[in-house]
């Protein structure tokens, strides 16, 4: 049977038929029996196609993203070992991070749970891991746009030693970010894109860095307790500065390696990172180091976030 609403509407005529269909409406019309023998030709706006335009757009927006992702990752990855062979500094590290993330408590937040929390921590051990080389402290918060799109703003502090500093030296940072996540199938796919400005004790004056990350992890087995994480960070300075930073490419890290889903909220993920830095002022410089990352999501509803 037709829709009643629908045949109505037909029966004004051509034009508020035409008129009614601009508007955009998620009901396709059905008009079944309605008009055998065609005698209203002209009829050119059917209801649900602008919104049906605007979802195809979308899914193909969507389809895309992933694509720039994956290209991402393969492209970085084979350069970051390319220059590799002409570093002229070759130090190994351990490095010890934790991170978490989650939504604001009710009382704090909106009606979706839409305000987030951040907050990590790195250890890092240089010089082949014999010392204590770098501290930092990240907190942060964020607002999710929708399932796959966050904003977040924040602040970090560094304290850096021998052998990645000439000398000790305390830096204070403000961060913005913006972060995607998306399932393909059962790979998760995310990148993230974060601009510091840096104030660093070593000299004056701000120090403006542009990163740029994508990750790729892959889950094996049915039930999904390990999995495998690849991703790629390249660091690109904005702008130079008389603590040391040099206008373009900064630094460049790659990591493969396992994870274990301890459960819904926790991953621990543990592998290879090779760090790769420019010196304009001297050799440049290759990390080769053993990286053990937490992850917690308190809010207990999605994985951990990066």
């Known amino acids: 049977m037709a829709n009643l609403e629908h045949v109505t509407k037909l029966k004004e005529g051509v034009a508020a038929w035409n008129k009614w269909g601009k508007e955009d409406r998620d009901v396709a019309p059905d008009l079944r029996e309605a008009d055998p023998g065609g005698t209203h030709a002209g009829l050119h706006a059917i209801p649900g196609q602008k919104t049906q335009l605007k979802a195809k757009q979308i899914a193909k927006r969507q389809r895309l993203y992933p694509l720039l992702v994956i290209g991402f990752l393969f492209i970085a990855v084979m350069l970051v070992f390319a220059p590799t062979l002409e570093a002229q500094y070759v130090d190994s590290g351990t490095?010890?991070?934790?991170?978490?993330?989650?939504?604001?408590?009710?009382?704090?937040?909106?009606?979706?749970?839409?305000w987030r929390l951040w907050m990590d921590g790195q250890l890092r051990l240089g010089d082949d891991s014999s010392r204590f080389s770098q501290r930092l402290v990240r907190p942060g918060f964020g607002y999710s746009l929708n399932q796959a799109w966050s904003l977040w703003v924040g602040y970090a502090y560094v304290r850096t030693d021998q052998p990645y500093a000439l000398k000790p030296s305390t830096e204070n940072?403000?961060?913005?970010?913006?972060?995607?996540q998306h399932l393909v199938g059962s790979t998760d796919l995310s990148s993230r894109t974060r601009l510091e400005q840096r104030f660093n004790s070593a000299g004056s004056g701000t120090g403006v860095r542009l990163r740029e990350m994508g990750k790729l992890m892959q889950p094996l087995g049915a039930k999904k307790i390990w999995l495998i994480a690849v991703y790629d960070e390249i660091f690109i300075n904005l702008n130079s500065t008389n603590f040391g930073a040099r206008s373009g490419a900064d630094r460049n890290r790659a990591f493969v390696g396992p994870g274990i889903n301890l459960s819904r909220s926790i991953r621990t993920e543990l592998g290879y990172m090779n760090q790769y830095t420019f010196n304009n002022n001297g050799p440049d410089r290759v990390d080769n180091i053993f990286s053990v990352n937490a992850f917690w999501n308190f809010s207990h509803r999605a994985p951990p976030e990066e």
């Open 95 to 114: 490095w010890f991070g934790g991170s978490m993330t989650g939504k604001l408590p009710q009382s704090m937040n909106n009606a979706k749970g839409s």
């Open 173 to 180: 940072r403000i961060w913005e970010q913006i972060s995607w």
